[in-house]
């Protein structure tokens, strides 16, 4: 294994709108490469231009002292530079918020969980990313987590100064509840036990957080063992969700390596596997026709059998409304749910979407809006909208929502009937 210290001359990715995945708003990673060796691991494609992305780990050693230049450069102040300290804490919410409204809006800020892994080993001696969460404390940032090692659990004590300010999501990618196999696809991070032992005591120090079971590999992850596996365990540990998702294969040096691993350890689900990424799909997209079952209609059913959420969940930024967070919570789910469950076309769903975008940017209290009858006006929405809106309101669903989970209901039943 080879480290090598190297300057960052940015970190902070592009922003982001609307996340239904993540529900973060930027990202960085502050180790190029990653030393767990996923055998699916994207980061190995030519697409990143990392060679050696398993073997050659770069350090971006300046890492917070980048990350704190940008915050500042956006607006923010770190608490360290509040003359008005102490005077801060005695602040009622009124004037918090209005003190607050003089800063840009807070942003969710992805500090692990991007191409490489923030507690992969390396972390253990250089610590590059327990600097940037103390960075992040600093300006009072919420800070999502995702990881596949329980190493995290180092810094639990800063991580629950973080979600005493703002909040800490902390989400654990967990694919394979057999050992034996996830050993094989994921040689070096921790075991899938102790992910869900460090989930547990995350959630047990008050943070917020849940599973992300993705990639689940065709034909060996995709079980209805393996998915029920890991929802029970989820739900043992605490979870406040599990979310499933496929894998990408791109052609090149990931496809390759993956393919080669298999036909080593799992030659019989090989042709399964060469057919559902033959088309070499340029961000390897499988063909969807041919996997043998839909890992989120098989973990929407199991999740829901289970008694676990199978959904992420958008959670309230600082001196946010409850109202825009509940409109904004439900919009990302019908968003999510018809592209990813249900494969409705983009057109259909982008107007959801661009709504959920314009009150992430932050928007008037919605409920004042509202009672002043300009919904559509202010929200730039057709009257149709603006009734779902004010259900949503009043309901915290809306049939929208309620139609698009009747249809899962009945999908997800006739897998589970179709399954031996």
């Given amino acids: 294994m080879r480290y090598e210290c190297v300057k960052a001359k940015s970190l902070l990715s592009k922003p982001l709108k609307a996340d239904g995945w993540f529900h973060v708003n930027r990202t960085m990673n502050a180790y190029r490469g990653c030393e767990h060796g996923c055998v699916y691991c994207d980061g190995m494609s030519e697409h990143y231009h990392v060679d050696n992305f398993m073997t050659h780990i770069r350090i971006k050693e300046n890492a917070p002292e980048v990350l704190y230049k940008e915050l500042k450069k956006d607006g923010y102040i770190p608490q360290s530079e509040l003359e008005t300290e102490t005077l801060w804490s005695f602040l009622d919410e009124e004037d918090a918020m209005r003190i607050a409204q003089k800063v840009p809006r807070r942003k969710v800020i992805g500090v692990c969980g991007g191409v490489s892994d923030g507690y992969q080993p390396a972390e253990r001696e250089h610590e590059v990313t327990r600097r940037v969460l103390e960075t992040l404390l600093d300006f009072g940032m919420p800070t999502f987590v995702l990881t596949k090692s329980d190493l995290v659990l180092r810094d639990l004590e800063v991580l629950r100064e973080i979600n005493e300010r703002a909040f800490v999501n902390a989400m654990f990618t967990i694919t394979l509840h057999d050992e034996t196999v996830q050993k094989v696809f994921e040689p070096r991070a921790s075991t ?23 990639p689940l590999i065709p034909g060996i992850g995709d079980s209805i063992e393996n998915i029920r596996g890991l929802a029970i365990e989820a739900k043992k540990a605490g979870a406040e969700f599990i979310q499933f998702g496929g894998m990408t294969l791109k052609p090149g040096r990931q496809k390759d390596y993956f393919l080669n691993v298999v036909k080593k350890q799992f030659p019989q689900q090989l042709e399964l596997l060469r057919s559902v990424y033959a088309d070499d799909h340029p961000y390897g997209q499988p063909n969807y026709k041919r996997l043998p079952v839909s890992v989120m209609t098989l973990g929407y059913a199991i999740s829901k059998e289970v008694g676990i959420r199978d959904r992420s969940i958008r959670n309230k930024i600082p001196h946010e409304h409850d109202a825009n ?20 076309s983009w057109n259909k769903t982008k107007p959801f979407y661009e709504l959920a ?4 940017r932050g928007v008037e209290d919605i409920n004042l809006v509202r009672e002043r009858g300009e919904l559509d006006e202010y929200l730039h929405i057709d009257t149709e909208m603006a009734e779902t809106v004010e259900e949503i309101l009043d309901k915290g669903t809306c049939q929208v929502l309620e139609e698009i989970e009747g249809r899962l209901d009945e999908y997800s039943q006739k897998v589970m009937e179709s399954l031996p």
Avoid: C, P, Q
């Avoid at 967070?325 to 409705?344: E, H, P, Q, W």
């Avoid at 975008?357 to 992430?360: C, G, K, L, M, V």
């Fill in 192 to 214: 899938t036990s102790e992910r869900f032992s460090a989930l547990k005591e995350a959630r047990k120090a008050g943070l917020l957080g849940g599973v992300m079971a993705t």
């Fill in 325 to 344: 967070n509940l409109v904004l919570g439900v919009l990302l789910d019908i968003v999510f749910r018809r592209t990813n469950n249900l494969g409705m």
């Fill in 357 to 360: 975008a314009r009150i992430e």
